[in-house]
């Protein structure tokens, strides 16, 4: 599909029409929190199907072999103290983001595994297929003030498929990433490199290599309102001391963030990065949060968690805080809208670009389709 460039209203996802079509009034859903403030919308547990790994050479492997676990310092009072900065640039090697791996690695696994789904492979007829971090965008869209988004979607024998496409203001930001930025979303792998272990019972080595292709990823099953959803996440580590063995409950997500030194920083911190914690955690019921506050010098002075399902209380007396029910209703409206629009087979491969019909997302700046 050509590309071309489309200016819309604020606040509203539309639907990309092929040049070669004849113009016609554009299927639209807005996104005003203000429209999304029912009920919290019914949300199955999230159940793990299975998994994957991702090696050093970003090689797919149907196993746990890139899983780690979670081995946090002694809690003793001190500083972690942990340089999130040793290492960099020498000892860091980030994946290919020229590489647009789409849904690949989560179609592999369906592949292998499709005939061992609960309810048959004919469960698939009705469901949506995505990563997760695909479904967390639209969770925190009725929120997203900055940034805009394009998914491609397909449906092939019943399902619907989507798939984030990088769009042009995207990809020359990260082009144009500032050395700063690189530097901090290296501190992030850093931190989980401090946190985790190749084996339960094993301290952290933080002196090796910091390879951001190495991947484990789990493949969950859930349901949204009417939607069957199966999608994929990656997963930082697995804690061997949790309550539950069962997956997703032993897993743990790993963040960082600057210190906080004042009331008004937490509560931005509480209202726009905790928003993003939440949606990315809670899809997959990973029950905590554990983050690293790291000062100017690049040091991790504090860990801190945050359970999930106790997020929402940080803002629930906040007028411009976020709302949970709002992100879930909003994201069920969107797979109602997705389902509805997208209603014809293609019997073309899901990675062929005229196969998908694109779905945007402009929040206050022109945007383009592709």
Same mark, same amino acid.
């Given at each position: ?292 506050? $790291? ?52 019997? $073309? ?22």
């Amino acid at each position: 599909m050509e590309s071309r460039g489309t200016k819309r209203e604020a606040g509203k996802i539309e639907v990309a029409e092929p040049r070669n079509k004849l113009p016609r009034p554009a299927p639209s859903l807005p996104t005003d929190p203000a429209l999304y403030s029912g009920p919290f919308p019914f949300y199955r547990r999230p159940s793990e199907l299975g998994c994957f790994s991702l090696d050093a050479q970003r090689q797919y492997h149907g196993d746990a072999r890139a899983l780690r676990y979670y081995s946090p310092p002694p809690t003793n009072g001190q500083s972690p103290n942990f340089d999130l900065r040793d290492g960099y640039p020498d000892r860091y090697q980030p994946r290919d983001e020229e590489v647009q791996e789409r849904l690949d690695h989560l179609l592999r696994w369906l592949l292998a595994h499709r005939g061992q789904l609960e309810g048959g492979p004919g469960w698939l007829a009705g469901a949506i297929v995505t990563w997760r971090g695909h479904l967390t965008k639209l969770l925190t869209t009725p929120y997203e003030l900055q940034e805009g988004w394009q998914l491609a979607a397909s449906r092939f024998q019943g399902t619907l498929y989507l798939s984030e496409v990088e769009t042009p203001t995207a990809r020359v930001q990260r082009l144009t990433r500032p050395p700063l930025l690189r530097e901090l979303m290296y501190m992030g792998y850093k931190f989980e490199q401090y946190m985790c272990a190749d084996k339960p019972g094993v301290s952290p080595d933080p002196s090796g290599e910091v390879n951001t292709n190495v991947a484990f990823c789990s493949v969950l099953r859930s349901r949204l309102g009417n939607h069957p959803l199966l999608f994929s996440g990656e997963v930082d580590c697995t804690d061997p001391q949790a309550p539950s063995t069962q997956p997703p409950t032993c897993y743990v997500e790993l963040k960082t963030s600057k210190e906080m030194h004042s009331p008004g920083q937490w509560k931005s911190f509480y209202r726009h990065k905790l928003l993003k914690w939440w949606a990315q955690s809670f899809l997959p019921g990973v029950p905590n949060v554990v983050a690293g506050f $790291r000062n100017p010098e690049g040091f991790v002075c504090s860990l801190k968690t945050f359970p999930t399902m106790e997020m929402f209380e940080y803002v629930r007396n906040d007028r411009d805080g976020w709302n949970p029910s709002v992100c879930m209703n909003f994201c069920a409206a969107f797979l109602s809208f997705a389902q509805n629009t997208v209603v014809h087979d293609d019997p $073309r491969t899901l990675s062929a670009p005229q196969a998908c019909l694109p779905l945007l997302l402009g929040a206050r700046w022109p945007c383009h389709s592709v």
